[in-house]
């Protein structure tokens, strides 16, 4: 019950800091996560799934003000599935990486694109609303104030739905796919696949000149080799 | 300034994109920034009409802005013979820097300093498996962001001229130039740790995952970084692939 109040508390916190109040970082998936992971017991998964987020979306700025997947509420939704489906793997299941790591994947990916969606339509009606306030004889100060107040309340409000939508999605993604779980490898492929997939994601956006894509590449081939050989 | 008008600012400030709208970005915040500087001799419609308009910068770099322009704006409510010079300095002030500041704010704190400076600390913080380097980190970025959104303010409110040339000086140059390597070494970063431990992100429940992975394994993750790579840009789609990909891998070892 603590707990529950708790996680709703830090949606509603890292809700409001990814635009509306604040921007202290909070919000970024890999705090998110450990803030989440934390509260449920299991700092170092909450990490784990935070980083993989922060891989996958760290390379998509909200630059001009565009709009990106709402990173902070499907991250929480994301730690919460991870951990229940982790220990749901004792109960039998054979892969103790699968189920969990895909239930994260569709709670995060799934949350983040409807936090996007949900983020775009409250941008729209504040158009017509603060439109509706500009033309009102009766304007005034105060009543700016309150509007604000009720516009960033409103949309961590909005977080703590995203939130709680992706973690129905992922418990539901792990609940339809349990029955898949006896593969052993799986997890490490996903995984690897969707993190990997980021990182070219981070690649495209930061590694621009020659010099910088020749030591990073001849650095993994070296590490890589090192390692394996 | 008084303690309880300073609190005031800082929370508008900080909530300065709390009302974001298609329509007048964050000129809702904009305008309960500038409410600390109402001149009392106008109305209250009246001054809601003056400021609340498009405003669109960095939220960080709205701080030495928003300050200059309240200065102006001040300097306007104490003088009566200059006061609609002031005034119209302050209103094309605001207008002319949005952009130039917002760039610069950009590249230096959403995507050098959030996504670079972050990636290179959670590297960092799997490989040397300590929560130390995720506190720098957090600890810098608002050290800069803090620095510029609140005190940013403040400076600017004193000196108007000096904030309209914040770009131009040095020390944020060197910043800027600085903070741009932070994308690519995070990424060399990520990738050698990765590829160097490979249970850096063993938990209880994923316990051992990773980009380590041999065999049929490793063409879906080249595959996937790949498509980061050259269509990432595309929006869901290259994702929908690296997902099928690693799923049908899954199923081909399995």
């Known amino acids: ?229 | 300034m008084n303690l309880k008008t300073r609190l005031q600012l800082i929370g508008s400030l900080l909530g300065l994109q709390g009302a974001f709208s298609n329509q007048f970005r964050q000129g809702v915040g904009a305008l309960l920034v500038l409410k600390s500087v109402q001149d009392e001799g106008v109305s209250e419609p009246e001054f809601i009409d003056q400021n609340l308009e498009f405003f669109n910068s960095h939220p960080a770099m709205a701080g030495p802005i928003l300050g200059a322009v309240a200065g102006l704006q001040a300097e306007a409510k104490s003088s009566n013979l200059e006061k609609g010079r002031l005034l119209e300095r302050a209103q094309k002030l605001k207008t002319a820097l949005a952009a130039p500041f917002a760039a610069v704010g950009d590249a230096l704190l959403w995507r050098d300093l959030r996504g670079g400076l972050g990636l290179l600390a959670v590297a960092t913080s799997l490989l040397l498996d300590s929560l130390w380097a995720l506190l720098a980190y957090f600890l810098v970025y608002n050290l800069i962001h803090l620095g510029l959104r609140l005190y940013g303010f403040f400076w600017g409110f004193g000196n108007p001229k000096a904030a309209a040339r914040l770009l131009q000086f040095p020390g944020m140059q060197r910043l800027v130039r600085f903070s741009r390597q932070f994308g690519w070494i995070g990424v060399a970063a990520m990738s050698m740790t990765l590829l160097s431990s490979p249970t850096v992100l063993s938990t209880p429940g994923l316990s051992s995952t990773g980009l380590f992975s041999t065999g049929p394994g490793l063409i879906p993750v080249v595959l996937a970084f790949g498509l980061g790579v050259f269509w990432g840009h595309k929006g869901w789609m290259p994702f929908v692939l690296v997902i099928s990909l690693g799923w049908m891998f899954t199923l081909l070892s399995g």
């Open chain 1, 1 to 229: 019950m603590i707990e529950g109040l708790l996680l709703l508390l830090v949606a509603f916190w890292v809700a409001v800091d990814t635009t509306a109040w604040g921007q202290l970082l909070v919000s970024e998936p890999i705090f998110t996560g450990i803030l989440a992971g934390a509260i449920l017991g299991e700092v170092w998964t909450g990490m784990s799934v935070g980083a993989l987020f922060q891989v996958l979306w760290s390379s998509r700025a909200p630059l001009g003000g565009v709009l990106f997947p709402w990173a902070g509420p499907a991250t929480l939704g994301a730690v919460v599935v991870t951990v229940w489906a982790s220990s749901q793997t004792t109960l039998g299941f054979s892969a103790p990486e699968l189920l969990p790591l895909t239930g994260a994947l569709a709670a995060g990916m799934g949350g983040g694109e409807m936090g996007r969606r949900v983020l775009g339509w409250l941008r729209g009606r504040r158009d017509y609303r603060w439109a509706k306030l500009a033309a009102d004889p009766g304007r005034n100060l105060k009543r700016v104030s309150r509007l604000h107040l009720q516009e960033v309340i409103g949309e961590g409000l909005l977080g703590v739905l995203v939130s709680t939508t992706s973690v129905a999605l992922g418990l539901l993604t792990v609940l339809i796919l349990r029955n898949l779980s006896q593969i052993q490898e799986g997890g490490v492929i996903l995984f690897g696949s969707v993190v990997a997939f980021g990182l070219g994601l981070c690649f495209r956006a930061w590694v621009s000149q020659t010099w910088q894509k020749v030591v990073v590449v001849l650095g993994a081939m070296v590490v890589y080799l090192g390692v394996n050989l």
